[in-house]
């Protein structure tokens, strides 16, 4: 997969502009954005990217319930939470649900663009 395809989600405009942008010039493809996890279900179907970031916490649905969701609607899919929170109960609900990976929001953008790479090739392996 040369340039992956990004879907990110998160409920904060500033965040979501830069790690649009962070990533873009990573060598990354943003198809989608989305504010709510019900906008992130929508674009994973109208968009089918390779990767989902997604916030553990957005409005109407958040982001471990879209992650269960997308993974109902596109098995292959690789999703990785995005978030400020590090609690052990909060990641196992997000391995639960099918995320293959659990990264900081204070990663440094080379940093997460290098996590998202190895998260892809291997997905099975631990990025909690």
């Known amino acids: 997969m040369d340039k992956p395809r990004l879907l990110i ?16 010039a990573q060598g990354f493809t943003v198809v989608a ?5 019900e906008e992130a279900l929508s674009a994973n179907l109208r968009h089918q990217p390779d990767v989902a970031l997604l916030d553990v916490k957005m409005p ?3 982001g471990i319930e879209a992650c269960r969701k ?3 609607q596109r098995p292959n899919l690789v999703v990785i939470m995005l978030t400020t929170f590090d609690e052990p109960g909060v990641m196992q609900a997000a391995k ?8 900081s929001k204070e990663t440094p953008p080379q940093e997460l663009a290098m996590l998202i790479h190895k998260i892809i090739k291997n ?3 631990d990025w909690f």
């Not at 989600?9 to 873009?24: E, T």
């Not at 954005?33 to 996890?37: C, F, K, M």
């Open 96 to 103: 639960d649900a099918g995320a293959k990976g659990y990264v």
């Open 9 to 24: 989600a998160d409920d904060h405009p500033l965040f979501l502009m830069g790690i649009k942008y962070a990533l873009s």
């Open 60 to 62: 109407q649905l958040d």
């Open 123 to 125: 997905p099975g392996g």
């Open 33 to 37: 954005e989305a504010t709510t996890g």
């Open 70 to 72: 997308m993974m109902v």
